[in-house]
């Protein structure tokens, strides 16, 4: 069985912890002698290594970190460390390891040893695991400890927390024989397993959703008050009631609601990992465990609703889910995957050694070591930042009587923060690609001896860019497999070891020499992390810059004889720091090309005896076998490669696979962030990918029985919509700007080929091929002549406009070269003029640049939109079309719309502008109790959801948002429910411009 803190933080057994490795000496095995070849007399690509000695990449272009950290303690280990605590009137420290054991010891950084205080897994029968300990605020009279340990996975009753009974001797020890359960739910993975008492006197107890890390919340507990699930709990424990070994306090926000655990403080937590109270004014904070993007901070508030599993902090996870009866509450503050992957919380300081952190809010990660600090107003983060950067395992922090904190290593150690004595050396970190030390000649670009070219199998799709790349480990170093903390085997890459990659683009496409260096991309490994720079060529080629670390654009202009001009412009990215590390995550690689997917091919090697370049050629994993860089000790396992995307004479699935693999796997598998939680990845089974026939879980943009692959039909696959459009829903979201219409051909026939499943919806299928026909019969007819009117054929477009599924249909004609230029020119007309803007967003690519629609996007600013001078006329059309902001898909303005949510022919007199526009950005925060949705739970296990029509002695009778009524009687209503989510959907003004949120604004505002 996994131990409890491997189920907590499952998905770092898929991290690296570099520092650990333990290199194994394992067999090649028979597939890799093949390619290794070791008794072949043919020649290999390099013979002999030359040592990289001219590196200067050491260290980091930022400053360091203000603190580190250091041990105390340092004559005390112990084994799998989780939980500290401290008690007034005892100035010791106690430590709870996660296998049962609790000890004490004098704090004193001399202590010699720990003492024993109890070993619970021998003493409680079927305990397995340890979670958390707090001393009652009574402690000095009544001498009761709590803990929270588990028993074996799934049992009902499996996770407890019972009081126990401490002595006053020197030193104190715990009788087991004194042990009174106060309270069990079901254990599972998450088990939260905090324990703390409040400044109220009551013990606050965080549960989590008793669940492996995935599928999410399998339960459905998140938003669920009838179980003690995902919560965050309060009892009184100093008085008992209806048999029960606590009272509830009667000041508990569910206390009255029907169904619901009334010991429930908060909820909507996935795994609760460590919480604290400010010792000065009460306040309580949980570090929440997150799923696939974010790792979470809460400053909880009475009755809060944290949001798992409708999301995930900031993103959507279930957005059909059942939400609770509270509004969910945003994170104080959310850490993506690239900088955090197990969150621990951790506790407000209030010692005297750190006076500058007075007040501050302390945190850290327990995958990758880092500690941040925040500072809270009360209402607000006033402050936040990072403090140090560790190799710890941050599992638990906790405080002595004098408010110091501590930070506890899951290892065994115990840690505090001192200020940084390390001197700011990031002036001396190359500023210039030439000072990096990884050219002979920058300008030329001839790699420096000992720096080895290398190239891939299928290459990532950047925006057109051709790619050229370079490995450089330190010395003759090489990669070897090693074992990580938990004994899992991993490629272990040599310290300050590089690869980098210089992006070329040509100006004048099909034209080699045209071509210009636009940035080197270089990942370096300092020894525990790897780390993402970007450097930007200058005009004249002979060098490029360090971009800094926000990142920046760079606007090119590149040859087009299609564009009036001439040209067109193409905007160049070069990604922050932070955006290198959400593709390069330790999920995905972090390197992403240099493994035996991608290297195993053959590559030209200059000749040894000065003949032309391709005189020799060897498969690269040979050749970097041959001279070190790359140990042994990796040919133990199997010996797979990617397909090359372009080949044509390469299989076609693995053409597509391999394509996704690279452009898509790095967030689209376990753990890693795919928020639609289906798996690209090349060695993933495809049909364990969660991708055909799989319901799209953050939308369908209108395709009639879409799934994210519908086999056969690439027209009803989200997929391929999403790598047709340029709008929000434009995947890759990281690294590319601009549609790749090779890669959306591969994929348009690798869905086709795919043997189709049985139709679910007769009519949606009709639906689908009447579309494809008419494309086909619109193509052959212009072909063959046949247009009977000049007409004609811009009617047939508007018709296939009309649809998702239409346009998609219309475009693949178009990628094919199946319209003349002249039919081609008018579906480009009337696509990017359309009034839908999920037909619009697929017609995008085909605008310029400049003349595109700057859209608002998810990052809103409503005093931009509201200093704008509307144009009501402009704002009627905007209500009134077909995917724009469909405001009259619900709302009826005078004798237009539809008759589902109020009636706005005189909102105008209601609401302000602002309020309008607050009203539209948040629709749950002030919702009309005439047009609440109910969500209703029948006897059959059926459930409907809409606004309530009417209710009487005989039946409940509920609208959904198509207007179809729902009658169900009342004697078969099992449950029925208010929901604080509008049906008004959050988001509608995001794929709008501001031009265009001001107009409908305006528009609103008139209606009186």
Request: some cysteine; charged content about 25%.
């Amino acid at each position: 069985m996994k131990s409890a803190v491997q189920c907590l933080f499952a998905v770092v057994l898929l991290v690296p912890r570099l520092f650990a490795a333990d290199a194994t000496n394992a067999v090649i095995a028979p597939t890799w002698k093949a390619v290794l070849q070791p008794d072949s007399s043919e020649p290999v690509g390099i013979e002999r290594r030359v040592p990289w000695t001219t590196s200067r990449l050491v260290g980091s272009p930022e400053p360091p970190l203000p603190y580190v950290v250091t041990r105390v303690f340092p004559k005390l280990k112990f084994k799998d460390l989780v939980d500290m605590a401290n008690t007034a009137g005892i100035d010791r420290l106690f430590v709870a390891e996660q296998w049962g054991k609790v000890f004490s010891f004098r704090n004193d950084p001399g202590a010699e040893r720990p003492e024993l205080v109890i070993d619970l897994q021998k003493e409680v029968p079927g305990l397995t695991q340890l979670y958390g300990m707090a001393f009652h605020p009574g402690f000095a009279t009544n001498h009761f400890v709590y803990f929270c340990y588990v028993l074996k996975d799934g049992l009902p009753d499996g996770t407890h927390v019972s009081r126990f009974t401490m002595t006053q001797s020197e030193p104190p020890r715990i009788d087991s024989a004194t042990e009174k359960i106060v309270i069990t739910w079901l254990s599972g993975g998450h088990n939260g397993g905090c324990v703390k008492f409040g400044l109220d006197g009551f013990l606050y107890i965080s549960t989590g959703d008793s669940a492996s890390p995935d599928p999410p919340d399998p339960l459905n507990t998140g938003q669920d008050l009838s179980d003690l699930l995902s919560s965050v709990l309060r009892v009184d424990v100093d008085h008992e009631d209806n048999g029960k070994a606590y009272r509830v306090p009667a000041d508990n926000p569910f206390v009255s609601a029907p169904g619901a655990r009334n010991e429930i403080w908060a909820y909507g937590f996935r795994n609760p990992w460590r919480m604290s109270i400010d010792r000065q004014n009460g306040a309580l904070w949980v570090g929440d465990v997150g799923w696939e993007l974010w790792e979470m901070i809460y400053r909880v508030e009475r009755g809060g609703n944290y949001g798992w599993s409708i999301v995930e902090g900031p993103q959507s996870v279930k957005p059909n889910g059942k939400p609770g009866p509270t509004p969910i509450l945003a994170p104080v503050v959310s850490h993506p995957h690239s900088e955090a992957a197990s969150i621990t919380g951790g506790c407000v300081y209030h010692g005297k050694r750190l006076r500058q952190l007075e007040g501050t809010y302390i945190y850290g990660d327990w995958v990758t070591g880092k500690l941040w600090g925040l500072r809270h107003d009360g209402k607000r983060v006033s402050w936040q930042g990072e403090l140090a950067n560790s190799t710890l395992q941050v599992v638990c922090f906790g405080e002595d009587n004098a408010g110091e904190l501590y930070i506890a290593d899951y290892g065994g150690g115990i840690y505090q923060l001192e200020a940084n004595p390390v001197p700011d050396t990031s002036r001396s970190f190359p500023r210039k690609l030439s000072e990096t030390g990884l050219f002979a000649s920058t300008k030329s670009h001839t790699p420096a001896p000992g720096v080895i070219p290398f190239s891939v199998n299928a290459e990532l799709w950047s925006d057109g860019a051709m790619a050229e790349r370079l490995a450089a480990f330190p010395g003759t170093s090489g990669v070897y497999k090693g074992k990580d903390l938990w004994g899992s085997v991993k490629w272990i890459f040599p310290s300050d070891g590089v690869l980098a990659k210089t992006l070329s683009l040509e100006l004048e496409p099909g034209k080699a020499r045209a071509a210009r260096r636009i940035e080197t991309q270089i990942l370096h490994f300092d020894g525990v992390s790897w780390h993402g720079y970007s450097f930007r060529w200058n005009d004249d080629q002979s060098d490029a810059m360090l971009v800094e670390m926000a990142g920046a654009d760079r606007a090119l202009e590149i040859a087009d004889a299609q564009s009036r001009d001439g040209h067109r412009r193409q905007t160049w990215h070069f990604h922050s720091r932070a955006e290198c590390l959400r593709c390069h995550n330790p999920w995905g690689g972090p390197p992403l090309a240099f493994n035996f997917l991608e290297l195993n091919k053959d590559q030209p090697y200059p000749s040894t005896r000065g003949g032309a370049v391709d005189a020799c050629r060897d498969n690269q994993i040979r050749t970097l076998a041959h001279i070190g860089m790359l140990d042994p000790s990796l040919f133990d396992e199997p010996s797979p490669k990617l397909a090359n995307p372009r080949d044509p004479k390469a299989d076609l699935q693995e053409r597509a696979r391999s394509w996704l693999h690279v452009n898509c796997a790095h967030c689209h598998r376990f753990g890693a962030g795919g928020s639609v939680a289906s798996f690209f990845n090349f060695d993933q089974k495809l049909e364990e990918s969660r991708t055909l026939n799989a319901s799209p879980s953050q939308g369908t943009f209108s395709i009639p029985g879409a799934h994210v692959i519908t086999p056969g039909e690439p027209l009803r696959s989200v997929l391929y919509y999403r790598l047709s459009s340029l709008g929000p829903a434009h995947m890759p979201r990281i690294g590319s700007r601009v549609v790749s219409e090779d890669a959306l051909n591969l994929i348009y026939d690798w869905i086709k080929q795919m043997p189709k499943g049985p139709t679910t919806n007769e009519a949606d299928a009709a639906t689908v091929a009447n579309l494809v026909a008419a494309t086909r019969s619109l193509s052959g007819e212009l072909r063959a002549e046949e247009n009977s009117s000049p007409k004609e054929p811009g009617e047939r477009i508007e018709r296939l406009l009309s649809s998702t599924v239409g346009a998609l249909a219309l475009l693949r004609e178009m990628n094919t070269k199946a319209l003349s230029p002249v039919l081609q020119a008018e579906a480009i007309a009337r696509g990017t003029a359309n009034a839908n803007v999920l037909v619009r967003d697929l017609f995008e690519r085909f605008v310029p640049e400049e003349r595109r629609a700057q859209r608002l996007g998810t990052s809103i600013k409503p005093d931009q939109i509201l200093a704008l001078k509307g144009d009501a006329a402009r704002g009627e059309k905007v209500f009134f079309s077909e995917g724009s902001a469909q405001c009259f898909q619900c709302h009826r303005v005078r004798d237009r719309g539809r008759d589902f949510g109020p009636d706005l022919s005189r909102i105008g007199q209601k609401y302000s502008r602002a309020q309008l526009l607050e009203n539209i950005l948040e629709p749950s925060k002030t919702i009309d109790p005439a047009f609440a949705t109910y969500q209703l739970e029948a006897k059959n296990d059926q459930n409907y959801s809409g606004l309530l029509v009417r209710r009487s002695p005989e039946e409940v009778v509920l609208k959904d948002a198509n207007l179809n009524e729902t009658h169900v009687k009342l004697g078969d209503v099992k449950t029925m429910e208010t929901s604080k989510v509008s049906a008004m959907p959050e988001g509608l003004l995001q794929a709008l411009t501001a031009q265009e949120a001001a107009d409908l604004i305006e528009f609103l505002s008139t209606l009186r």
